[in-house]
């Protein structure tokens, strides 16, 4: 029986524009977006950033420095504010609705501190604020840990509290997915575009 259900953000509770992303970096110079930037998985100094390993001021150095003489810190959030919309308003009341059954609702994503700067007046927007309800954020730059590796996924069933299969997992990467059905929790690939509520609700049965 699932008692926690935990979601990813990217693709998930928001909407991810990666050619829009693309495109506003290549605006200001930074021509070469595209060997750090992925819709999941993040490389270079930006996977470095998801796992903790850089600050945000090493972060922006390495942006600004790879960017358009001029370029600002701005003009990089403004990028990352391209990368995504939401979460809809569907979504936040959905959210909102599962809770009120009862469900603990977590969040788990690997994700950087500059862009849940940014996403949080949104989530706020949606009535799921980031920073009072979800029962807890699992965030790969605080806890210095990836998905799909089973370490992470290991950590939030420890702090969860409950047993794997009593977990539901929702992701937007199949490699995520299977990193967690590995470690036991009940994990269900989510398609952008799809209703969050078709995808959930039959594994709630």
């Not at 799921?128 to 992470?152: E, Q, R, T, V």
């Not at 269900?188 to 509520?197: A, D, I, N």
């Amino acid at each position: 029986m699932i008692k926690a259900i935990v979601f990813d953000m990217g693709g998930v509770l928001i909407d991810l524009w990666y050619d829009k992303c693309v495109a506003s970096y290549k605006e200001i110079g930074f021509d070469t977006i595209t060997k750090y930037l992925d819709p999941c998985h993040q490389m270079g100094f930006y996977g470095e950033l998801e796992a903790g390993t850089i600050t945000e001021e090493e972060f922006y150095d390495r942006c600004l420095s790879l960017s358009a003489p001029g370029t600002t810190r701005s003009d990089i959030d403004h990028c990352l504010k391209v990368f995504y919309t939401g979460p809809s308003e569907e979504k936040g009341a959905y959210l909102r609705e599962l809770k009120e059954r009862g469900y603990k609702i977590y969040m788990l994503s690997n994700n950087n501190p500059v862009m849940m700067r940014i996403c949080a007046e949104d989530f706020d927007k949606a009535g799921i604020s980031l920073d009072g309800f979800f029962d807890k954020l699992f965030i790969s730059c605080w806890m210095k840990l990836l998905k799909p590796g089973a370490a992470i996924f290991e950590k939030t069933i420890e702090e969860i509290g409950l047993k794997p299969e009593e977990i539901l997992f929702i992701d937007d990467s199949q490699r995520n997915v299977d990193g967690a059905n590995a470690c036991g929790i009940r994990a269900k690939l989510f398609v952008q575009g799809e209703e969050l509520r078709e995808t959930i609700e039959p594994e709630l049965k």
